[in-house]
């Protein structure tokens, strides 16, 4: 049980392009999702907190414009890289929270994201 | 500073061995210690959570907080070549909505068993 998939696995795309990256719960209810972005060599840095149904939370020097966090439903969140930039580079983690498990989060396998 | 630092190895000791990942922390309100395994190209998993200074076993790991010296280990005995990964420790200094929390998480170390 507890199993997050990401959508796509990963993904080349060129400058200026969006790009969407779907977060599923596949046998549980997520009550909170967070989206984090990982940079070779470095750790998991949080980029967003959501809710089913209400706005994102951006952590700070996260641009919410740039980055668009939907969680339409208790099941799926979705990341849009808006006007994607080769800086934008990185491996993109999702992560569902649930009260039946308060002391864990689970996590997707990630997307590798390369802006050309 | 960053707030967690951890050394990122990678760290290579041979089967059997007792390994010792450790990581230091500077913000005292974390009060939420965790340690997660990641296999290549997969997503975290949790290994161990605690929330109190002293030792937390389970099976063949022993999780160990040091709240005034703000440092935290994960010790592994008897490793085996499937523990080969990288392990990443992680805090959190509250919980926020209805119970979910915000990680800050150490870079990582590789560690690799070798048969």
């Known amino acids: 049980g507890a199993v997050v998939s990401q959508h796509p696995s990963w993904v080349i795309c060129k400058s200026g392009t969006s790009v969407k990256i779907e977060c599923r719960s596949l046998?549980?209810?997520?009550?909170?999702m967070f989206w984090y972005r990982q940079f070779p060599k470095q750790s998991l840095m949080l980029m967003a907190t959501?809710?089913?149904?209400?706005?994102?939370?951006?952590e700070q020097g996260v641009e919410k414009d740039k980055f668009l966090i939907n969680h339409a439903s208790l099941t799926l969140s979705t990341l849009t890289v808006t006007s994607a930039h080769p800086e934008d580079s990185s491996f993109y983690i999702c992560s569902a929270w649930t009260s039946a498990t308060p002391n864990e989060q689970f996590f997707g396998p990630g997307t590798r994201l390369t802006v050309l | 500073q960053k707030e967690v630092e951890q050394d990122p190895g990678p760290l290579s000791v041979p089967e059997g061995a007792i390994v010792s990942l450790n990581c230091t922390y500077s913000?005292?309100?974390?009060?939420?210690f965790m340690w997660y395994r990641q296999y290549s190209r997969k997503g975290p998993e949790l290994l161990m959570y605690t929330y109190s200074s002293g030792n937390k076993e389970d099976g063949r790991f022993t999780a160990q907080v040091d709240k005034s010296s703000k440092y935290i280990s994960l010790f592994i005995r008897d490793s085996q070549p499937s523990d080969s990964a990288t392990y990443l420790c992680?805090?959190?200094?509250?919980?926020?909505?209805?119970?979910?929390?915000?990680?800050?998480f150490g870079q990582g170390t590789r560690l690799t068993i070798n048969p």
């Open positions: 992680a805090m959190s200094a509250k919980k926020i909505n209805q119970g979910a929390q915000k990680l800050v």
């Open positions: 046998d549980f209810q997520a009550t909170t």
């Open positions: 913000n005292s309100a974390f009060q939420y």
């Open positions: 959501s809710n089913e149904g209400s706005k994102a939370t951006y």
